[in-house]
């Protein structure tokens, strides 16, 4: 098991950027597949993005493919998430979320997860 914390939401502009990290602490994360999910009010959870263990390959969903980057830095164990031309539809809690191995894109992939930093988009 991994812990993991994410941190860089904030309010931002319609059209303007942000960078989520998600550090992690705990045996072997450079192991871990990571995935980004993004939870709005009312909304089940959501897959963003994920990437592999050495940030060798990275998945988006359709609706940020273009816009969103995920990458990550095993010296540092951390996992960014860059997000560029945000829209009114990208706000929510940001989560990322840990595996032992490989890609994931559904919720019960996976097995870590940390609490979640909101992002506001304003207009």
């Known amino acids: 098991q991994v812990q993991l914390v994410e941190s860089g939401g904030g309010l931002v502009q319609a059209g303007g950027s942000l960078r989520l990290s998600c550090a992690a602490s705990?045996?072997?994360?450079?192991?871990?597949?990571v995935g980004w999910f993004r939870q709005a009010p009312g909304k089940e959870r959501e897959f963003v993005a994920t990437?592999?263990?050495?940030?060798?390959?990275?998945e988006y969903a359709d609706y940020v493919k273009g816009r969103f980057t995920c990458s990550r830095d095993n010296a540092r164990n951390t996992v960014y998430l860059q997000m560029s031309s945000l829209k009114p539809d990208d706000p929510a809690v940001y989560y990322c979320?840990?595996?032992?191995?490989?890609?994931?894109?559904?919720?019960?992939?996976?097995?870590?997860w940390g609490q979640g930093t909101r992002v506001t988009v304003s207009s």
């Open positions: 990437i592999s263990w050495n940030g060798g390959v990275t």
């Open positions: 979320a840990a595996r032992p191995s490989g890609l994931g894109y559904r919720v019960t992939d996976f097995g870590s």
């Open positions: 705990g045996r072997a994360f450079s192991n871990y597949g």
